[in-house]
């Protein structure tokens, strides 16, 4: 049901702002909807998530409503504090946001509408599990004003699709994929490498098949092992084995090679685009630090530096907003060192890159070995902007080390 809340200051019930807190008019605004149900839990997933068992009272068929409150509690906060933004994301992820009537999306959707309003061209992406797809869904969906759908495929491979808990099937990518194009829609499809038993070959396979359906956009993520998930505790066991850091890095330069041949250019460490157009604006915006509100339970908000989080469990949001009370459960103001040590982790990540003057001023000496290192690339660096190599790629952590350190 996801990891725990961070610790912060207590949140006003109100959800009022800061009196001092300084909003950017010019600043992109985007909404997230988060949409916390699953039929089944991924074993490697700590996403706050909740299979039917797992409500305790809260009622799926009421979500939609519910998250409404809280889109008018947002209009009336931000209203305090001068003329709305319009929303130039709309991002509905989960969970599993298909799980839902497509009426239920729509209505979610026509909600930022009325309140923030919507941009001309804006983004506007609904996350889905292949087995939830229809061409009427993704027809009243695109009817709603949705643009583009990520479609969770993970794998092509029934045996590592089990490793990961996932209950698709593999056919159901390209019939999914299908009916969004059907619709209009522009298309990115999901993957995860480096499950337990799933070869360097099973990999390619999975590579292959995406590429295959031509979709505008591909995000793939190395498994990553959370602590409290059933797959930490299989391995903690010796039930499965951890994943291979170096397998993941050859996974890794598979995938780089047959994007980059199938038209599909990096422009974040786990994300590929075959245009600049193509490319995830909602995801753009939190890498480069923008301002968004998080709809939903567990959901995460940032505005004008300031962040907050909402209670976790469906139940206890929508206790809190049929109080008439604001769901954050705490937040925070973090202070200028940790913001320009999360610049420097995040905009490092992509590949327009990271300025070097963002760079704290006592490790910019760093830039030089980095370069002879072949981490980042020597002529942006000269030009002023830190951009990752493919091996600064595969080591970006070590690249912000040695650059906040």
Not at 55 to 62: F, I, P
Not at 397 to 405: G, H, I, K, N, S
Request: some cysteine.
């Amino acid at each position: 049901m996801g990891a725990a809340l961070p610790l912060g200051d207590p949140a006003p019930a109100d959800g009022m702002l800061p009196d001092d807190l300084v909003l950017g008019g010019a600043t992109a605004f985007g909404a997230y909807l988060h949409v916390p149900f699953c039929r089944v839990r991924c074993g490697y997933c700590d996403f706050n998530t909740y299979t039917a068992g797992e409500l305790r009272g809260a009622r799926q068929d009421a979500y939609a409503d519910t998250l409404l409150d809280e889109v008018r509690l947002a209009g009336r906060v931000l209203a305090h504090r001068g003329p709305l933004r319009e929303a130039s994301t709309v991002f509905f992820g989960g969970g599993t946001p298909t799980l839902l009537p497509a009426g239920d999306l729509a209505r979610m959707l026509e909600g930022i509408r009325d309140t923030f309003g919507i941009a001309n061209g804006a983004e506007v992406t609904v996350e889905a599990n292949p087995d939830t797809v229809t061409r009427a869904v993704v027809d009243e969906l695109a009817d709603a004003g949705v643009t583009r759908m990520s479609i969770g495929m993970q794998s092509a491979v029934p045996h590592v699709l089990a490793a990961l808990d996932r209950t698709h099937r593999p056919e159901n990518v390209g019939q999914a994929v299908a009916a969004a194009r059907a619709a209009g829609l522009g298309v990115s499809i999901d993957l995860i490498y480096g499950a337990p038993g799933e070869s360097l070959s099973d990999w390619s396979r999975s590579i292959d098949a995406a590429v295959a359906l031509e979709p505008d956009h591909i995000s793939a993520y190395a498994l990553i092992i959370e602590d409290g998930t059933k797959l930490a505790r299989q391995i903690r066991r010796g039930e499965v084995p951890a994943p291979d850091d170096d397998l993941q890095a050859d996974m890794y330069e598979a995938a780089e090679t047959a994007f980059a041949a199938a038209g599909l250019e990096w422009y974040e460490v786990s994300n590929w685009a075959r245009r600049e157009s193509d490319r995830s604006k909602h995801n753009l915006a939190y890498w480069r630090g923008t301002d968004w509100w998080g709809f939903g339970p567990g959901a995460h908000s940032h505005i004008g530096g300031l962040r907050w989080w909402n209670v976790k469990h469906p139940a206890a949001y929508a206790a809190r907003l049929s109080e008439g009370s604001s769901p954050a459960a705490g937040r925070e103001r973090p202070d200028r060192s940790s913001r320009d040590l999360e610049t420097v982790l995040l905009r490092s990540r992509i590949r327009e890159g990271l300025p070097i003057a963002l760079v704290p001023r006592d490790r910019r000496g760093a830039v030089p070995g980095l370069i002879a290192d072949g981490l980042i690339d020597g002529a942006s660096a000269i030009g002023g902007t830190i951009v990752l190599t493919l091996r600064g790629r595969l080591l970006a952590d070590a690249v912000v080390r040695a650059l906040t350190d």
